[in-house]
């Protein structure tokens, strides 16, 4: 005996109760859906807030503070420090390839 494929069903259908069970599953899943949503939101405002916080508190490194030098000072002798190791003719691929990167950062090119 054989099975042929034409023979059987392509699906089955469901039974009143397993309709039923599936309506109320796609409604409890809208209503998690909605509060998800709700929840999300009030992630992101936390967020927002934890950030503006942090923001203000940490306008600038303490340490660079003891040092002297405001924040543009440190960022061109980051700069130049950059520029100079991809001049560096003995520098590896590597290092000329972090210093680029770090230029990226400084520059606002990549928010790495």
Not at 36 to 49: C, D, G, K, P, S
Not at 71 to 91: G, V
Request: proline share 4%; with cysteine.
């Amino acid at each position: 005996m054989t099975d042929d494929p034409l023979s059987k069903p392509r699906f089955q259908i469901p039974s009143l109760k397993e309709l039923r069970k599936q309506a109320q599953q796609l409604k409890r899943s809208q209503a998690n859906e909605r509060s998800r949503t709700e929840w999300n939101f009030a992630l992101a405002a936390e967020h927002r807030r934890r950030t503006r916080q942090r923001d203000t508190t940490n306008d600038w490194h303490p340490q660079q503070q003891s040092i002297g030098k405001d924040q543009n000072e440190h960022r061109a002798e980051a700069y130049a420090f950059y520029c100079s190791i991809l001049r560096d003719p003995n520098a590896t691929v590597h290092e000329q390839l972090a210093a680029r990167e770090r230029i990226d950062i400084l520059l606002g090119l990549d928010q790495g």
